[in-house]
């Protein structure tokens, strides 16, 4: 089993080998750069784990686990953008629109996201691209509830934006690895902390969500029982979770 | 076999019973805005009765056919942004981002295009879905090559622009139907020149395109070709095209 820096390195190598659709052409080029940038990789990086863990190999799972970045990233190029939320600056380097004008950092997120489903569609079973496209949707209504400021308590709004994704990266991981539906429940449940995890200790460093609603402390006790009820959750499993386990204590742990 | 007339209607009370993912909420009703207004349906109706003729059933081929028109809803809202081509007008109504604003109308392309989708993604087999993506990613190519002026010869923009589109709705009908591959050229071969004749007409009613390259006349003869081009295809097909040679003689006719 592979630690997660190593299964990152794999990401990236992933993402750099990654042969977009031909049509594309140049669109490629911003694509790429909204790619890159030093993304933590946590999303593929659980999907890799979760099906290496589940008896599924790391080879098979990388389609899937590339797919989940793509979509990642299509919300990032497209929730920058002026329109949504307006920032100039992404992982320390101008956002996509500020590097390529608007209308190129449109098209780049469409093409990210479609490339997405086109590369989850790899499989023969049709199973990972319809969690992947639903997930998409749920995280796009997540957004939609957001800039709206729709009456809707904070969990909901996380599960949404944030948890759909995670809890697709422990899907898709369990569907590479032929994991049966009828099995899958414990690990989804583990996916689900995960991802409350991940936004509560993304909002401690933000100041925003959780902290603001409940103070940093209060944030960081969300995170804490969330760490808490992931790990119990994989000590429920019967396989060897503990590259899983590694990756609840370093979210829980991150400062940036 | 059912006349296009009665397919397009079947398309407009399919869009009204379509049941959009439940997690994007009131982001509904801009999708369905963008969906309504009268659009004439050609993609989806050049799906349903590709289906029929080569074997198929309406019913069957109404989730592709769908799922088509809403790809080319996603490519209208996300066009009509004043990043792009900035029209504040579609089918004689606001554009989706002059209704509810760019924000909205950004995230409603998205969730038309994951929607459209997790719509193709409903057959067992994945050849549908996997088609309808990478048409979809030529299409937003061609939109890529026409911001950026990029120097591209008229017929490999329309090509992408419109031409994948129009291609996929015949491929998605033929798979829908579970025609073999190794069968589906000759059909195929119609699809790209109905494409050709699509556009050629379009650019004749807006006077770009074609009609601009080549006058009123020229951009006619390019479409009165392309007509008869897709009359001999269809006259090399073992089947029953009569409804697909309506489709040609309507779209050749057509002034709107």
Known sequence: MQAPDDLARRVDSG????????????????????????????????????????????????????????????????????????DDERRGRPSAHVAYGEGVALLAGDALLGEALRL?????????????????????????????????ALEDLHRLKTGRLFAAAVGLGLWVADVPEADQAPWRAFGEELGVLFQAVDDVIDGDGYAAALGVDGARDVAANAAGRAHTRLEAIDADTSILAEIVDSLAVRTS
Chains 1, 2 share one sequence.
């Open 120 to 152: 989850a569609l790899a499989y023969e079973r049709p199973e990972p691209a319809r969690e992947l496209a639903q997930a998409a949707l749920g995280m796009i209504g997540g957004q939609y509830l957001d800039i709206t400021r729709a009456d809707v």
């Open 15 to 86: 993402l750099e080998d990654l042969v977009l659709h031909p049509e594309l052409g140049d669109l490629a080029e911003p694509m790429r750069y909204a790619l890159g940038g030093g993304g933590k990789r946590i999303r593929p990086v659980l999907c890799l784990a979760t099906a290496e863990a589940a008896g599924g190999t790391v080879e098979d799972a990388l389609p899937a686990a590339l797919a989940l970045e793509l979509v990642h990233s299509f919300s990032l190029v497209h929730d920058d953008l002026p329109a949504l939320d307006d």
